[in-house]
């Protein structure tokens, strides 16, 4: 591979606002992609790639390049020059990779590599977290797995097209899908492109959605005609996917504290041709208590560490405290707490996260059920998904049923 000095200049560009100006990784690349109009697929794929790369490995590539935070340009040119080396490609005579010790840069790679803390770059008090809660072997595998970059997983969206229809369509635009055993509406894409771009996509008859996402609507068991509530619908990511298993018929009210991510759920439930979506904005307890013991299905799709999605978002974990991780258990429990209240007597609610600790899984869960309206509920499954075990985002999903 040569490297081209604007491409690499883009990466240093976006490392320095990501590390130093606690920017979000994805609307930072998605900003450098727009930078220049001649770059080809490839030009766009290295830029978003290598800075999603060293944002992943950013402990184990600044201990080898000893340096420290905050990093200065030269520093950050230094961590390229680590990543550069460990890729195995030849460094062009540019003055900022001058002197570079490749050889020295190898030894330490070696060296960190038997530390676990190093070899996954993790914060110390995170990696202490996971050994805690999973134990040292199962965090060992899952910490490996959520440092390998994604596959892209679309959602085929049944309200406008079939799987094997969708899949000619986005071969007729040059991308090649593949079909996931155990996903009904999911395909994989064999290479990676930019697929916002198709026709197809333009036209709703997909949407991006991790695998593992996938299985929650599944999971909530939900029927045409259905009264349904998707509690944290967020920009609408499982509404989007219960309108479309539930034919368009019945309701889905999306509700989520954000006003802005509702509006983009409705842009995409317009695109989707999803008619049966309603947006609300909970802005008050009402919002909420006017829904009492009036839905045959709940989805809590809670806000959470996002622990299973790092594979996703590598930037979660330099940018993850302890006291989030503490408040949002909190929020977790106050929310299955204030929500379950909307499900009628008969109905079924899912609680999901994308993180994996217990802590705000299975133990939320189990919290739950013991308080005062927890009591009218009984755990009917529940699913713990690893990336280590599915190659997918690690979730957690529980169905409940009430009395
Ligand atoms: C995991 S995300 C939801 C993702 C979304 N369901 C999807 O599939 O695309 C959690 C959502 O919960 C919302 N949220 C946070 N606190 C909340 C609360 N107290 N009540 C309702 N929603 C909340 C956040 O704004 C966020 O959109």
Redesign the pocket.
């Known amino acids: 591979m040569r490297l081209h000095r604007n491409l690499v200049f883009a990466v240093i560009d976006g490392l320095h606002l990501i590390f130093n100006e606690n920017k979000y990784a994805d609307k930072v690349v998605e900003q450098l992609l727009k930078r220049d109009k001649r770059w080809g697929s490839r030009d766009r794929g290295f830029v978003a790639e290598t800075t999603y790369d060293i944002v992943r490995w950013k402990r184990l590539y600044a201990e080898i390049a000893e340096v420290k935070e905050p990093f200065t340009r030269e520093n950050l040119w230094r961590i390229f020059a680590v990543w550069a080396t460990l890729k195995g490609i030849k460094l062009p005579d540019w003055k900022q990779l001058e002197g570079t010790p490749s050889r020295k840069i190898k030894g330490r790679f070696d060296e960190f590599s038997k530390t676990r803390k190093y070899r996954e770059s993790i914060p110390d008090w995170l990696d202490n977290v996971g050994e805690k809660e999973l134990g040292n072997d199962v965090w060992t595998k899952e910490l490996h797995a959520l440092n390998e970059q994604a596959d892209v997983i679309i959602r085929v969206n049944t309200l406008k097209t079939t799987k094997i229809a969708l899949q000619d369509l986005l071969m007729d635009e040059g991308i090649e899908t593949l079909p996931l055993k155990d996903y009904p509406d999911a395909l994989q894409l064999k290479e990676r492109g930019n697929i916002f771009r198709t026709e197809a996509f333009k036209n709703g008859f997909f949407e991006v959605?991790d695998a593992s996402?996938q299985l929650?609507a599944d999971f909530l068991d939900v029927q045409p005609g259905m009264r349904v509530a998707?509690?944290?619908?967020?920009?609408?990511?499982?509404?989007l996917?219960l309108a479309s298993k539930m034919d368009n018929k019945g309701q889905v009210i999306a509700?989520?504290?954000?006003g802005n991510?509702l509006k983009e759920?409705k842009r995409r439930a317009k695109r989707n041709g999803a008619h049966n979506i309603e947006t609300r904005e909970?802005d008050s307890t009402k919002v909420i208590k006017k829904l009492h013991d009036k839905m045959d299905r709940v989805?809590i799709?809670?806000?959470?560490s996002?622990l299973g999605v790092l594979r996703r978002n590598p930037d979660a974990k330099w940018k993850l405290q302890p006291e989030f991780i503490e408040n949002i258990k909190s929020?977790q429990q106050?929310?299955l707490n204030?929500?379950s209240k909307m499900v009628k007597s008969g109905g079924k609610l899912v609680y999901?996260?994308?993180s994996i600790l217990p802590s705000e899984n299975q133990n939320q869960v189990a919290s739950f059920l013991k308080s005062e309206n927890g009591k009218d509920f009984k755990l009917v499954k529940d699913k713990k998904v690893l990336a280590s075990e599915s190659g997918f985002d690690g979730f957690y999903m529980a169905l409940l049923e009430k009395k």
Do not use: F, N, R
């Not at 998707?230 to 509404?239: I, L, P, V």
């Not at 509700?255 to 954000?258: A, C, F, G, K, P």
């Open positions: 959605q996402s929650v998707d509690t944290c619908a967020g920009a609408g990511g499982k509404s996917h509700l989520d504290i954000y991510k759920l909970i989805l799709d809670a806000p959470c996002g929020t106050q929310i204030d929500y999901a996260t994308c």
